[in-house]
């Protein structure tokens, strides 16, 4: 359907034991970034924000992926923000204006569990904006993100993806489990049967956000052990050149020292 999805190899795997093992290093390297810019390590400098938005497809694996980006950090250093539809109030104002209060400031850390880019799926598949305004938001969004950019934010766009039958298969198994269910909604499986409009919509995101200041990185999720370890290892490297191109000398990975 699209150039970046068609070239995604969804049949990447790792198995439990390497998966572990580059998860438990890449947490411990994140730490350490974000102890860095948060200027609590040696030179002791506050560095740029870091915004890291999620977005996929329902049961895509974006929680798992959030919960073991964050697992070693301390809670007061990164904001995990859950968006879901606009509220009444927010309805009255710009599509944008709702972001504002969470968008991290210098030295800060925002974690978006989706983001403004429901506009351009969920709002758009749903036919609540038309065409037009479909084109106007793509265009805010890419002016918005520049000026995030622009004024010093390091933002890195995550799309988790997996296929058509996996996701069929992660519902079931979901329906199965008590401790799973609360996350099935008959939201989910009516957005289920959207999904060649959503296929359709990630074509004209993807084509008009991905942008030299805030490409995407799309996930191969089929398989969740490689796709945490890809999300983590990715987010590293899209960190430190942020930081790099930014003329800030990143140190290098410690292991486990730097948190004694």
Do not use: C
């Amino acid at each position: 359907m699209t150039s970046l999805i068609d070239g995604l190899d969804l049949s990447q795997k790792l198995t439990h034991d390497e998966s572990v093992k580059r998860i438990k290093a890449a947490q411990l390297r994140l730490v350490q970034l974000r102890l860095f810019t948060a200027g609590l390590l040696a030179p002791n400098k506050v560095g740029p924000g870091l915004l890291v938005l999620f977005e996929g497809f329902d049961a895509a694996g974006k929680g798992g992926a959030i919960r073991n980006l964050v697992a070693g950090m301390d809670p007061r250093h990164v904001h995990v923000v859950p968006i879901g539809p606009p509220n009444e109030i927010e309805l009255r104002h710009h599509f944008l204006w709702r972001f504002q209060p969470t968008i991290p400031g210098v030295g800060e850390m925002t974690v978006y569990d989706r983001s403004w880019y429901g506009r351009l799926l969920v709002e758009r598949v749903d036919k609540l904006i038309d065409d037009d305004t479909t084109k106007r938001s793509a265009q805010e969004i890419v002016e918005f993100e520049r000026a995030l950019v622009d004024d010093g934010t390091i933002l890195v766009k995550f799309w988790l993806h997996i296929s058509d039958e996996e996701q069929l298969k992660r519902f079931k198994d979901r329906e199965k489990d008590p401790m799973k269910q609360w996350k099935l909604t008959s939201e989910d499986w009516r957005n289920r049967e959207k999904r060649p409009a959503y296929l359709k919509a990630l074509v004209n995101v993807f084509d008009t956000t991905d942008q030299h200041h805030a490409h995407w990185d799309l996930i191969a999720a089929e398989d969740k052990h490689f796709a945490r370890v890809a999300v983590l290892e990715t987010l590293i490297k899209r960190w430190v050149r942020g930081l790099e191109r930014r003329g800030i000398a990143v140190p290098e990975a410690r292991g486990e020292d730097y948190l004694r």
